[in-house]
Every structure is written in structure tokens, then in C-alpha cells.
């Protein structure tokens, strides 16, 4: 039987350690794909631990595609089928649409927008006091291109401890949101590529692409992430997903595919993946799900993050992490550009990620929403809708899908939840030129959702059914 110590775990909790070593092991090869995993009371009484353990770290590994199960026969390791070296890397040289105000709905399941007392806003008073007291020559100084190096060595080391991921801050590149870095990673990677996005998917993607003049193709999904037959079908040059949770299915990506996708990067210098990580922060079960730019040992992989999520819709600070091929492109091609985040917001933000305030505000934003999504979940299953509805996708992020059993068409159900101040957004309306069959399937994004009208929602859904 697989046996490890917990005599060095370091600062790992239990869990946490015997899901890295089994992990390790799983890519080292020690444990074959195929290989049935002892059972969770047996491992733990072997290795002297709780069951619970045991349960959390197997999670963790099924979460992330290492293993699955089977009912009433066990865990099994999943088959890789890696197509790429998958040696430790070494150090290497939302898209959330603005809203204006009250949508004046009873519950709009629509908006992104951040509850004011979500924002920490006495940590941040003080914050842009400090710099305003201690960096003045700083802020009358225009930072580089890429942004000024503190904030960019604190979101290095951030990503280094919680998403243990290696890069230099000079692979940093701060831009004031994603649809900015679009433009600059458009010219930079060339207008006479194919670029492509999920379907189905966050419809502004493609729209900013379009707007760009660069052609856009549509990736069909199945349960595991975009197709790798559609992207060799369609001679897709540059591939932009979101793999750790996808918007709007909820979908992770597991491991055995993001390495083909790797493999598919890696057979042509005209094939890059953007991963779109917009809110990994966010997850709220077990640890975040590793990047895809933490395994890619070809250089073909540009991360890309956002702080409208975790701070407020409003704050317009984004970043990239180029490969450093790329990097040294767009040093040499598209350096006049000057930073588009002020030197004011950029000290603050680096000031309050450098000194562990960030943490504690996503330790804090977990705690919330989890339980709004716990809140709303529990009055949906206890009312007549629990037999009705099926929930998919709720361990990630601010969203989950609702499918509703109803005779009703999906248009008359959208129009009869608007009549009960409910705004919806249908799984359907996300595809490209294509008639889905799942009807009725809703997108409820929770997070401006008030939790004390959870009871008062569900029965004016009930009502529409």
C-alpha cells in the first residue's frame, strides 16, 4: 500500500500534503494510470491520520482531473495522456462588463457589480495615506510601460505563495483591465492570426477581437473544455479560455486536457493559449486550481488576472505574464505605450497586496460569498423548486447553473421571472449560432444579490413554474 511520513509537511496542513504527495507521484509515474487508490478508511488507519483527510485531499485530486471515481468501487488515477514534458518549471525571464446604479430589479442575478461593504475601505484610506505621505517624488514620476516594479513584485510573490507560480515582475505587464490587454496582446501577437473563444462563452471576448479586425472563431465545448478537433479544424492560430472555471458552465478543466492543449500550443511557433484566471480567488472549495502557465514548459501560455472581481467591478487594474519570448517582443515593438493605471492606484494596490491585506480580503470575500451561495442553495432546495431544479457548477466562483423542469418555453419563463422584479440570464443566450437543447438553464450570478430576500426570490420563481 502507498505509504508517506507527515514527520516534514513544512506549512502544509495534512490534507494539503498527502494531496501534493500522491499528486507527485500520479506525474512522476510511481502511480500508474488506471491504478486503484486505497479506500479513504483504509489509507487513513495506513498512514495514521483522519478519514477526513484523506476525503479532502482525494477532492483536491479529483477537482483538478488527477483522479475520479467510481461508485462502489473506488478512486482511481486518471490517464494523463501527456503530450508535453511535464518537468518542474524554472524561473523564467471579464472581462466584467460596467453598470451604472440600481438595476431596479427585486434580484438581478445579471450583475457583477460589488456590494459596497464588501470593499475594504478603511484598510485602503489608510493605504493611500501612507503613499501619498511616503512616495510623493514616486507619483510624479511616469512609471514604465509595464507598470511600476513594487506593485508588479508583489503580485509576482502573491502568485509565488497562493498559485505557486515562478515569473519575474518584469513578465508582469499592469493595464487598466483585460480589455486593454487585449489590444496590446492583439498587436503583439498579429492581426493576421485566427484567434478563437469558447462556445459557450463571455460573448464581450469575441466582440473585443471583432472590434480589432482579427478573425474570431467559435470553439464548441463538451464536458472537459473546448475541443481539441475543432481547433486543428478550424487552424486556430491563438486559443483564449478560461480553464480553472469557466464562465458561464462552470466547467474545470482537467489536467489530461490542459495537456493536450499544451501539446497543441507547442506544435506551432503561431500557437499561443491566453488563460483567462478572472476569478480563481474566488474558488470556494479545497485550494485553487493550479495554472495551466505553472505546467507549460514550451512557453506558450499568457496569463492573464483581474482585480475586478476581488476588489470592486470599478477597479480597473488588470495584469499579463508574458513568456519571455514575447516578452522581449513587446519591449521592442510596443514600449511607447505608457502604463494605463496611475502611479496613485498602482502604489496603493501593491502597498496593500505587499503588506498581506489582499489575503486577508479574499479570506474574507470567500467567507461571504460562500455563504450567500449556501443561503440561496438552502431556499431553493427547501421550497418546492428543490425538486425541480438542478444546480451544477457552485464550487467555484460567484455563479452557478440552475436547470428548471418546467413545461414552460424558455422565453415564456424569462418573460413571467421579469413580471416578478427576477432578472435571468439563459445558458443559451452564451452560444454563438447555435441552438442548444438545454433550455430553461439559468446563470445566477449571486454576488449583488441580496441574501435576506433569498426566501421572497424563490417564491416568486415558484410562481413561474
Avoid at 471515481?69 to 495522456?81: A, E
Avoid at 519575474?168 to 492570426?193: M, V
Avoid at 522581449?328 to 491585506?357: A, D, P
Wanted: overall charge negative; glycine content about 6%; some cysteine.
Amino acid at each position: 500500500m502507498i505509504t508517506y511520513t507527515f514527520t516534514n509537511t513544512g506549512s502544509d496542513s495534512l490534507y494539503e500534503y498527502l494531496y501534493k504527495c500522491i499528486k507527485n507521484d500520479i506525474l512522476q509515474g510511481n502511480i500508474r494510470a488506471g491504478e486503484k487508490l486505497p479506500s479513504k478508511r483504509t489509507f487513513a488507519k495506513n498512514l495514521g491520520i483522519s478519514v477526513i483527510t484523506v476525503e479532502n485531499a482525494y477532492e483536491q485530486l479529483i477537482a483538478e482531473g488527477y483522479i475520479y471515481s467510481i461508485p462502489k468501487k473506488g478512486f482511481y488515477v486518471t490517464d494523463l495522456k501527456k503530450e508535453v514534458e511535464t518537468e518542474k518549471k524554472t524561473v523564467t525571464k471579464e472581462m466584467v462588463p460596467i453598470t451604472g446604479g440600481e438595476s431596479g430589479y427585486f434580484a438581478d442575478f445579471t450583475s457583477n457589480q460589488t456590494q459596497s461593504e464588501l470593499f475594504p475601505f478603511t484598510v485602503w484610506t489608510r493605504m493611500i495615506r501612507e503613499v501619498l505621505g511616503e512616495n510623493q517624488i514616486q507619483l510624479m514620476t511616469n512609471p514604465p510601460c509595464g507598470g511600476i516594479y513594487p506593485l508588479r513584485e508583489a503580485i509576482a510573490k502573491y502568485l509565488k505563495e497562493f498559485r505557486g507560480m515562478t515569473v519575474l515582475p518584469e513578465q508582469i505587464i499592469i493595464g487598466a483591465g483585460t480589455e486593454y490587454l487585449y489590444g496590446l496582446l492583439i498587436q503583439l501577437l498579429g492581426t493576421d492570426k485566427i484567434y478563437a473563444v469558447e462556445n459557450p462563452g463571455y460573448r464581450k471576448i469575441a466582440k473585443i477581437y471583432r472590434s480589432w479586425k482579427v478573425a474570431c472563431e467559435y470553439i464548441d465545448m463538451d464536458e472537459e473544455g473546448v475541443q481539441i478537433g475543432e481547433l486543428q479544424r478550424k487552424r486556430v492560430d491563438i486559443l483564449h479560455i478560461s480553464p480553472s472555471h469557466h464562465y458561464p458552465t462552470g466547467i474545470v478543466m482537467p489536467v489530461s486536457r490542459r495537456y493536450e492543449l499544451l501539446g497543441w500550443a507547442a506544435k506551432s511557433n503561431s500557437h499561443y493559449i491566453i488563460e483567462d484566471d478572472y476569478d480563481s480567488e474566488l474558488r470556494l472549495g479545497g485550494q485553487p486550481i493550479p495554472t495551466m502557465q505553472s505546467i507549460d514548459v514550451s512557453d506558450r501560455v499568457i496569463y492573464m488576472n483581474t482585480f475586478t472581481k476581488t476588489l470592486a467591478s470599478t477597479v480597473r487594474i488588470s495584469y499579463m505574464i508574458l513568456p519571455p519570448p514575447l516578452l522581449e517582443q513587446f519591449y521592442e515593438r510596443l514600449s511607447f505605450y505608457s502604463c494605463s493605471v496611475s502611479n496613485f492606484e498602482q502604489y496603493t494596490l501593491g502597498k496593500f497586496i505587499e503588506e498581506g491585506f489582499f489575503e486577508k480580503h479574499i479570506n474574507r470575500l470567500r467567507n461571504h460569498y460562500h455563504k450567500k451561495r449556501d443561503i440561496l442553495l438552502g431556499a431553493i432546495r427547501e421550497s418546492r423548486l428543490g425538486d425541480l431544479v438542478h444546480i451544477s457548477g457552485e464550487e467555484a466562483g460567484v455563479h452557478f447553473l440552475m436547470e428548471i423542469q418546467t413545461e414552460k418555453e424558455e422565453e415564456e419563463f424569462l418573460t413571467c421571472a421579469q413580471t416578478q422584479g427576477i432578472r435571468l440570464s439563459p445558458l443559451s443566450a452564451h452560444y454563438h449560432n447555435r441552438e442548444t437543447e438545454r433550455k430553461n438553464v439559468y446563470v445566477m450570478n449571486y454576488s449583488s444579490v441580496q441574501m435576506e430576500d433569498a426566501q421572497e426570490i424563490v417564491r416568486r420563481l415558484e410562481r413561474c413554474v
